[in-house]
């Protein structure tokens, strides 16, 4: 009876709230709810159809994968929709009901696994939970439950609405405390190994306060990608369409896309959430599912969860391509642990679409994972060829890998006539051991303050702490582990040939200077990445070897990891201390306030505006896009025209600068207002207000936070 309403009573009750609340009610609440069911029941039909699990621990340890293999094949469907025509949203609002409605002609596929495949209800594994916990157990979850609900409680209680450099700049101390608080009794309860659900819970609620901390306190928004990203996101809810028309990002985008449409909900909500999200539930249960693949017991596996904050957390904290693509590789990593440790044959549907959707999300992440399961195809038919062919083909994805992030720069910069110049000079032995030196030496910085001295020596280390950890599993193990993990290496080279290259040959001089070595270091991460299946085989060595430790011992290496937890909380966010000094300000509600008073003041003129990032990004979140021939209206700060004009009025405020950024436009746009904005926190603003005074043809104060100055040509 069970089967029967979960394959049959269930879809149609499911479709018939979804249709009316899609075409008449349109709550967001009911959506939101819809959503979770959506995900957990295609994930079980998905995984169950893709990987039959002969048992229910089985079923619940790949239900993550069953609901990131749907994503990513809506971002697929809506990827060829856009590229064909459009992304309207009853495309989004079809694949619910299709997808729904093919669980119905599934069912004798899925009853036949239904016995095998079943998943425990949750009030079951829930009641199981309650009669078996402790009163210790019980108390040290109230005090995790607690200390976090004070955490959120603080957050959302001082939302970041003013300009300022770094959150620490907002929060006391105690918000750390609070975190350290809980990492460590969850530790404790990670290393004990014994209630597994209960911890692994714990845990999703424990990095989760890591990954949405920027989601809470900064409502307005945070950093500029993000507000290219939604307001491209809301341009497609509205329009269908974009020109021109991207050639990467819209895997996310139709993700975005399906969320908002299908289940009425805001773009602006979706987009914000996210990825912080899906990193906080996924990521946990994919690395759990690889560390029981791997160390094959459970109780060992669970400690493994905290060698995720060894690794780069900050692209999961906002919501961008980037981010997105770079959680894709990292479950892709995850989900390889079976085939990679047990040679168990791959399923090449389920790589196909991880692939495919991760390119459409964003290449520098879709590049190199196309060339890691390309070598795992490699390594598992290999021996059909003659061993000097296999040896030449291995070297060639390796090469075509390693070349392959440049050349996809150079490609891209051809193709949008951009001038990109190769500069070799750098990659001679004695740069190269110049720029190693200099590295290395920042590596073991003091600045006599115990705690940040600490902070940073793990934080600057991080990396290496990661690869050594990684080598010594390795070299422990090797004699058994299988020779497909030869993959992880090769990926780890391929990868730091293109960070070689793409920070040495590359010349990236069109980009302003900060922006320079972002694209080199988003490398970094994927090489961590590619090294994690080996940091999970340290973490299980060390759980392993605890047991048999004094109590001492064992508390001070969980001490030493709830601290290791605690720096990987602060490092994540900007910072303001004796080691870094953030530069950039948050968009803030006088940012948005000064582009509502710019565009009431213009009264309806076309016009453009000199100002910095902060109040760019205000305008993209207000207004939207708006362009005069190929310039945005605001400052793009990528080393775009508009935003040097801007930099000049700020070196030297004067009408000549004003009339060269009126001459960019073109004439036909009947452009003759100019809007100057100057924020009270630039560097010498007084001065730059005053002068601007003398020069403009009227001027205006946002609460004495911004100034707006307006210039009209004669």
Not at 75 to 81: F, N, R, Y
Not at 209 to 230: E, M, V
Request: proline letters at 5%; aromatic letters at 14%.
């Amino acid at each position: 009876m069970r089967s029967r309403f979960h394959s049959i009573t269930f879809p149609l009750l499911f479709l018939g709230i979804f249709c009316l609340n899609t075409f008449l009610i349109h709550s967001p609440h009911i959506g939101a709810l819809l959503l979770v069911v959506y995900l957990l029941s295609m994930g079980i039909h998905v995984v169950t159809w893709l990987q039959p699990s002969r048992t229910d621990e089985q079923a619940n340890g790949r239900l993550w994968m069953g609901i990131w293999v749907t994503l990513s094949a809506v971002a697929i469907l809506g990827s060829i929709a856009y590229y064909a025509a459009s992304v309207p949203a009853i495309l989004f609002q079809g694949i619910v009901i299709v997808s729904m409605a093919s669980v119905l002609f599934m069912r004798t596929r899925i009853e036949s696994h239904a016995r095998v495949g079943h998943v425990t209800p949750l009030q079951e594994r829930l009641r199981t939970i309650v009669l078996r916990m402790r009163w210790p157990i019980a108390a040290a979850s109230i005090c995790v439950i607690f200390s976090l609900g004070l955490f959120f409680q603080l957050l959302q209680a001082h939302p970041i609405v003013t300009a300022i450099r770094t959150p620490w700049d907002q929060f006391s101390p105690s918000i750390l405390i609070l975190f350290a608080i809980a990492t460590l009794i969850v530790s404790i309860l990670l290393y004990r190994g014994r209630e597994k659900t209960l911890s692994i819970s714990l845990f999703i609620f424990l990095i989760g306060s890591l990954f949405s901390f920027i989601a809470i306190t900064y409502p307005i928004g945070y950093g500029f990608d993000s507000f290219i990203h939604k307001a491209t996101e809301n341009h497609l809810a509205q329009f269908g369409t974009i020109t021109p028309k991207p050639f990467y990002y819209i895997g996310q985008y139709s993700i975005v896309l399906f969320i908002a449409h299908a289940f009425s909900l805001s773009i602006d909500l979706v987009d914000t959430w996210l990825l912080p999200l899906l990193a906080t539930i996924l990521l946990p249960l994919a690395w759990f599912s690889a560390a029981n693949t791997i160390l094959k017991k459970p109780r060992y596996a669970l400690l493994t969860l905290l060698g995720l904050f060894l690794l780069p957390l900050d692209a999961f904290i906002v919501t961008t391509p980037q981010g997105l693509g770079n959680l894709w590789v990292l479950l892709a990593i995850l989900a390889s642990v079976p085939w990679l440790f047990e040679e168990t044959s791959p399923n090449w549907i389920i790589i196909g679409i991880i692939t495919l959707s991760t390119l459409l999300i964003h290449p520098i992440a879709g590049i190199p994972l196309f060339f890691f399961f390309a070598l795992l195809f490699f390594s598992e038919h290999h021996n059909r060829l003659p061993d000097h062919v296999s040896n030449i083909l291995k070297w060639t994805i390796v090469t075509a890998g390693s070349l392959a992030l440049p050349a996809s720069f150079m490609v891209q910069s051809i193709k949008s006539g951009q001038g990109l110049h190769l500069t070799f000079e750098n990659l001679n032995p004695v740069s190269l051991a110049l720029s190693a030196s200099s590295a290395l030496s920042a590596l073991f910085q003091t600045r006599f303050s115990p705690l940040l001295d600490f902070v940073y020596l793990y934080g600057q280390n991080i990396f290496l702490l990661v690869l050594a950890a990684s080598l010594g599993a390795w070299w422990m193990y090797h004699k058994d582990l299988s020779a497909r993990i030869r993959v992880l290496f090769l990926m780890v080279i391929i990868l730091g040939v293109n960070y070689l290259l793409l920070a040495n040959v590359i010349d990236f001089s069109f980009l302003i200077d900060y922006e320079r070595a972002n694209y080199a270091n988003r490398i970094i991460p994927l090489i961590l990445f590619f090294a994690s299946p080996f940091l999970i085989l340290a973490f299980g060595h060390l759980s392993l070897n605890l047991r048999t430790k004094p109590i001492a011992l064992k508390l001070t290496c969980l001490v030493l990891l709830t601290m290791f937890a605690s720096a990987s909380f602060y490092l994540t966010f900007p910072r303001r201390d004796a080691y870094a000094n953030s530069h950039a300000y948050n968009t803030s509600q006088a940012d948005l306030d000064a582009v509502h008073l710019i565009e009431e003041w213009a009264e309806s003129k076309p016009y453009i505006v000199l100002a910095n990032q902060s109040v760019s990004a205000a305008a993209i979140k207000t207004i939207g896009f708006r362009y005069y021939g190929n310039l945005f209206f605001y400052p793009i700060p990528t080393g775009e025209t508009m935003y040097q004009k801007f930099l000049a009025m700020n070196e030297t405020p004067s009408r000549t600068t004003v009339e060269s950024a009126l001459a960019l436009i073109p004439k036909d746009e009947n452009v003759r207002t100019v809007f100057y904005v100057v924020d009270t926190y630039w560097w010498q603003a007084d001065q730059i207000i005053e002068k601007t005074k003398a020069i403009a043809n009227d001027w205006m104060s946002v609460g004495g936070s911004v100034y707006v100055f307006r210039f009209e040509q004669k």
